[in-house]
């Protein structure tokens, strides 16, 4: 099966089943004062460029009531990462957007902080969100801050440090993910997992099905606030 979602590029569904999404690369730095390299995980994204000029200011299809806030599978206007795999990342979440093109002008660098007071911006991050919500599939985008934003001299840029920040912190995310996974595995240990019934990214059948396929896992469903209620 192959879906194509319209405005978004970079992610597409497959035939086989897939349990989550892990997204990382660099990205242009909006906060003068975070040091390049550091390796941030985003919260939530929103398409910066899917919007319209007026009145000096950056107007989203949100703000035009082209299109509601809550529109799957939009939440308030956003693209949020409700996932579970963002509570395993120990460092800094921040806001994300996602442009076209990378941005240049000191114009519309301030319109875009004013408009989504954004700290990373991408090309693909949006994307990742827009499907991985669509699908209820577990993702989570990291980038490493590789230059601030409307700096065109590529040696102010640092790479070098970025991309090796990249690699050391997903090395470190992905143990610590196997290491969940080693639990699912370890038959002598008992795993109870609770979730709140309007959590899509849990309460659905491919994630239903993976975790009955576990004897010594238990997952329980409930209406309640909070996972510990559920």
Not at 143 to 151: C, G, L, P, Q, W
Not at 184 to 202: A, E, G, P, R
Not at 210 to 221: A, G, H, L, P, Q
Request: some cysteine; overall charge positive.
């Amino acid at each position: 099966r192959h879906t194509r979602y319209p405005l978004v590029t970079g992610v597409q569904t497959c035939a086989l089943p897939i349990y989550c999404i892990i997204q990382a690369g660099l990205g242009g730095c909006f906060d003068l004062s975070m040091p390049l390299g550091t390796v941030v995980a985003v919260k939530r994204e929103n398409i910066a460029d899917q919007s319209v000029m007026e009145l000096q200011s950056l107007k989203t299809l949100f703000d035009l009531k082209l299109l509601p806030e809550e529109a799957p599978p939009y939440k308030k206007g956003w693209l949020p990462n409700e996932s579970a795999l963002l509570k395993l990342f120990k460092g800094k979440k921040v806001t994300g957007i996602s442009v076209n093109e990378i941005t240049t002008d000191k114009k519309k660098v301030k319109l875009y902080a004013d408009a989504f007071n954004p700290v990373v911006e991408s090309m693909e991050g949006a994307a990742l969100h827009y499907v991985s919500r669509m699908e209820n599939i577990p993702f989570i985008q990291l980038r490493a801050m590789s230059n601030y934003i409307a700096e065109r001299s590529k040696k102010k840029w640092n790479m070098k440090d970025s991309i090796q920040n990249l690699n050391d912190t997903l090395l470190k995310f992905l143990k610590t993910l196997n290491k969940y996974i080693d639990y699912l595995d370890d038959k002598s240990t008992q795993l109870i997992v609770s979730c709140d019934n309007d959590d899509l990214s849990m309460n659905n059948e491919m994630i239903v099905t993976r975790i009955s396929e576990y004897k010594n896992v238990k997952i329980f469903y409930n209406d309640n606030s909070t996972k510990i209620q559920a």
